[in-house]
C-alpha cells in the first residue's frame, strides 16, 4: 500500500510540476481565451468557470472498469464494462451554474449549485475564486448492518484557480465532505484537498494532471489520481484520462478509492461536455 503522509508523496507534486516547466518552455505562443480553464471541470474535480447565461451545458462521461494492464485481450479496459455518468446544467446569469448529475454506480443522484464569486490580478497572475456544494442520494447501496438507511451525502468546496502566464492553469478546491462512507452506521465528516493543473499546448488542446488527497478509510485507501489529454471545440470539451478512480460523481471520488495508483490498476476513461444555446 502506498504511504499515507503527504510528506512522502512525491508523484503528485511531479507529475504536475514537471508537466508545466516542460510544457512551458516548448509551448508555442498562443491567443488564449479570456477564461483561466476551457471547461467547468478538470478530469473529476470543478474550476471556477461557469457558461454564458440561458445556456445549457450537457455532459457524458465514462470510467471503464478493467484496467490498462487487462491489455490486448480486454482492448486495453475499452471492453468494459463501463461506470457512467449522465450531467445537465442551466446557468440563469454567467457566473452560476446549476446541474444536475446521476452515476450509475449506486445509483447516485446529485443536485448542486457552482458560483464564481472573485476574479482579479496579482503579480501578473490572473485568478479566480468560487464555490459549490451538492447534495445526493444513493438508492442502490449494498445494505450492511444498520446503514441500510444512510442514503444521503452533502459537500461544499472553495474553488481557487490561477492562471501563471499564458499557458499553465492551477487550481485548488479544497472540500468539506459529510458521509463520505455510506456503510458506515455512524456519520462522519471528511476534508479533502484536490489539486489541478492543466497546460495549453494550443488554444484547443493540453495536458492535464490532478490529485485529490484523502483520508484513508476502509474500501477506500487511496487518493485518487488522475492524468490525460484535453481536446476543446467551439461548445464542446473532450477529455481522454488515465486514473485509478472509478466512481464518478463528487461524493463518491472525494472519498477516496480501492485502487493504488499503480500501473496495474489504472484505467481508462473519458469526458464531454457540450454547451446547449437555444
Known amino acids: 500500500m502506498r504511504p499515507r503522509c503527504p510528506t512522502q508523496i512525491s508523484l503528485p507534486p511531479t507529475v504536475l510540476l514537471l508537466i508545466a516547466a516542460l510544457v512551458t518552455v516548448a509551448a508555442p505562443p498562443s491567443a488564449r481565451a479570456q477564461e483561466i480553464f476551457n471547461s467547468t471541470q478538470s478530469a473529476n474535480l470543478p474550476t471556477s468557470e461557469t457558461v454564458r447565461a440561458g445556456n ?20 486495453w479496459g475499452l471492453d468494459g464494462p463501463v461506470r457512467n455518468r449522465l450531467g445537465l446544467g ?76 499564458d499557458h499553465v492553469a492551477v487550481g485548488v478546491v479544497p472540500t468539506f465532505l459529510r458521509n463520505p462512507r455510506l456503510l458506515d452506521i455512524e456519520k462522519e465528516n471528511a476534508f479533502v484537498l484536490g489539486l489541478h493543473s492543466q497546460v495549453y499546448l494550443s488554444d484547443s488542446f493540453s495536458v492535464l494532471g490532478e490529485w485529490i488527497f484523502s483520508e484513508p ?62
Open 90 to 165: 442551466y446557468a440563469p446569469t454567467d457566473r452560476i451554474l446549476i446541474g444536475v448529475v446521476r452515476a450509475n454506480y449506486e445509483d447516485n443522484l446529485e443536485i448542486n449549485a457552482k458560483a464564481a464569486v472573485f476574479e482579479g490580478r496579482a503579480g501578473g497572475v490572473r485568478y479566480k475564486i468560487g464555490g459549490m456544494a451538492g447534495l445526493a442520494w444513493n438508492t442502490d447501496v449494498v445494505e450492511v448492518g444498520g446503514a441500510e438507511d444512510n442514503e444521503v451525502q452533502y459537500y461544499g468546496q472553495l474553488i481557487v484557480d490561477a492562471l501563471l502566464g
Open 217 to 278: 478509510r476502509t474500501g477506500l485507501e487511496n487518493d485518487t489520481g488522475t492524468f490525460g489529454i484535453a481536446l476543446d471545440t467551439r461548445g464542446h470539451s473532450f477529455k481522454i484520462v488515465v486514473s485509478n478512480q472509478t466512481r464518478m460523481n463528487p461524493t463518491q471520488f472525494l472519498a477516496g478509492t480501492p485502487n493504488d495508483f499503480e500501473a496495474d490498476q489504472l484505467r481508462l476513461g473519458f469526458n464531454i461536455t457540450r454547451v446547449l444555446v437555444f
Open 56 to 75: 445549457w451545458l450537457f455532459e457524458i462521461s465514462h470510467r471503464f472498469l478493467p484496467p490498462v494492464s487487462d491489455g490486448s485481450g480486454a482492448l
